[in-house]
């Protein structure tokens, strides 16, 4: 995740879209107070320069007081998205496994001779069907890896758009002061404002979403995936909230942590590279412990290019998940799966009934 710290210049519309990040998210006129300083920058000093990775505006300390309010309400909406996610998961595996359960020779027939089909009326032309092949020969993580890279470029794509500005400040940015506070927690992970954040985190993303959604399986992986991402907002909340900085925040690299977390504790001995410096290699675990140290001492220093805390919080995760998660969480969804089907039976039963008296 990135932080917005740096003043709006250089863009034509940018001073009217970013004259203040506060007037958008609560709504109402800021006062002119001094801007937000990082944990270590001097008063007066200025951090220019860096890759551009986020919107540059201007941060004014405004309602801060009441961020310890808004954090608990972050926690309770993490308690209950996390919950929720991981029934949808349970019932996504239910409904799958249903599926396939029912699946006849004469349905593979049907829709076998249906994909063979040609012409506008059926498939419109070869394009689609080339689109169906490659589709149909992907593995279960890069069935996953490909709409979630989908939805973060339409993401990235209204970003540029000058008329979106304001709602993608207010709902696509992570801020424990700002008025609306959970759906960001969510959308801030699919988020990105600059190209080279986006392609880094969607190519870290395909490099480990293979091997992980095959040890967990895609339902799993995706519940995850989407709890990394809220759970490391929510670390990234209550930092800010220590420190009284309220700045926002964007990107998946919080949820991209929670899976690099995981896969480094499930293959500690698997070799990992560096991008674009060919002959270096490690361990994962070399490596996981090499962010974390790195993102501890960001936290401390005060480094404000990276939201450093959503990185260790989803790590964190990660590690957590891989050492008991699948252990004492998903290996338990057993009841919550009986349910499910008995309601699932009930349903099918009324539906019949209702079937036969309308005969």
């Known amino acids: 995740m990135t932080v ?5 210049c250089g863009s034509k519309h940018g001073q009217y879209l970013f004259q203040s990040v506060w007037g958008v998210c609560q709504g109402v006129k800021t006062p002119s107070t001094p801007f937000r300083r990082g944990l270590r920058q001097p008063r007066g000093s200025t951090r ?3 890759m551009n990775l986020a919107p540059k505006v201007v941060l004014e300390a405004y309602n801060v007081n009441n961020m310890g309010v808004r954090l608990a309400k972050s926690c309770m909406f993490t308690l209950g998205f996390c919950g929720m996610t991981f029934v949808g998961a349970t ?3 239910y409904e799958n496994v249903r599926h396939r359960l029912q699946q006849h020779s004469w349905t593979q027939w049907a829709t076998k001779q249906w994909n063979n089909k040609e012409g506008w009326q059926y498939k419109e032309g070869n394009i689609r069907m080339e689109i169906n092949r490659w589709w149909n020969g992907l593995n279960e993580g890069q069935k ?3 709409p979630i890279c989908f939805i973060n470029a339409v993401v990235f794509a209204c970003w540029k758009n000058p008329r979106f500005q304001q709602t993608m400040l207010q709902y696509f940015c992570s801020n424990p002061a700002a008025r609306a506070v959970c759906w960001p927690m969510v959308f801030s992970t699919f988020s990105h404002f600059a190209f080279f954040h986006f392609t880094m985190n969607m190519f870290v993303l395909h490099s480990f979403s293979s091997t992980v959604c095959q040890d967990m399986g895609r339902e799993q992986f995706l519940a995850m995936y989407m709890c990394g991402g809220v759970l490391s907002s929510l670390a990234s909340h ?3 909230v220590a420190i009284r900085c309220p700045n926002p925040s964007l990107g998946a690299s919080g949820a991209i942590m929670a ?3 995981f896969f ?3 293959h500690p001995d698997a070799q990992l590279g560096i991008v674009f410096i060919p002959g270096i290699s490690f361990s994962a675990d070399t490596a996981l412990k090499c962010v974390m140290c790195l993102d501890t001492a960001g936290m401390v220093m005060g480094w404000r290019l990276f939201d450093h805390a959503a990185h260790l919080g989803g790590v964190l995760f990660g590690i957590f998940y891989a050492s008991f ?3 004492y969480v998903w290996a338990n969804n057993e009841p919550l799966m009986k349910k499910w089907h008995q309601f699932r039976s009930w349903l099918d039963d009324t539906s019949q009934g209702k079937d036969k008296s309308d005969d």
């Open 259 to 261: 899976v690099l977390g």
């Open 48 to 50: 220019e320069g860096g």
């Open 91 to 93: 019932v996504w595996q």
């Open 4 to 8: 917005l710290s740096r003043l709006a």
């Open 264 to 266: 480094c504790t499930r």
């Open 144 to 146: 996953i890896f490909w």
């Open 325 to 327: 998660g699948q252990k």
């Open 238 to 240: 209550a930092f800010k």
